[in-house]
């Protein structure tokens, strides 16, 4: 499977960006999509991800400014990120999960700076 990632850039505080994730090669409907991300100096870590029937969950940090969809007809799950914070600066990855089956992004780059 692959996976590319888009939509990252450089954002002020309070400010939003709209995060997507193309998926090719394998199924998508069944898999479950996730949004995960890596500071400096950090480790990766869940921010949100969504299942096949769709469910949600996410990171508490997170939790009301951020919100992941997803659409089987093109192949992709995106994530809505509103009220930026610094501390939500990171390289963002997304993964496909099908089983024990795993595949992540490439990671597209966040920057929450004023």
């Known amino acids: 499977v692959q996976l590319q990632a888009f939509g990252g850039g450089l954002v002020q505080p309070g400010g939003s960006l709209r995060l997507s994730c193309a998926v090719s090669?394998?199924?998508?409907?069944?898999?479950?999509m996730g949004w995960y991300r890596q500071a400096p100096g950090k480790q990766r870590e869940l921010v949100a991800a969504?299942?096949?029937?769709?469910?949600?969950n996410y990171a508490d940090s997170v939790k009301g400014r951020f919100t992941i969809s997803r659409e089987n007809a093109k192949n992709t799950v995106s994530l809505q990120m509103n009220t930026l914070k610094p501390e939500d600066t990171a390289v963002y990855y997304c993964?496909?999960?099908?089983?024990?089956?795993?595949?992540w992004g490439q990671g597209t780059k966040v920057t929450v700076s004023s």
């Open positions: 090669g394998r199924p998508f409907s069944l898999s479950e």
């Open positions: 993964n496909y999960r099908v089983g024990s089956y795993s595949q």
């Open positions: 969504i299942t096949a029937a769709p469910s949600t």
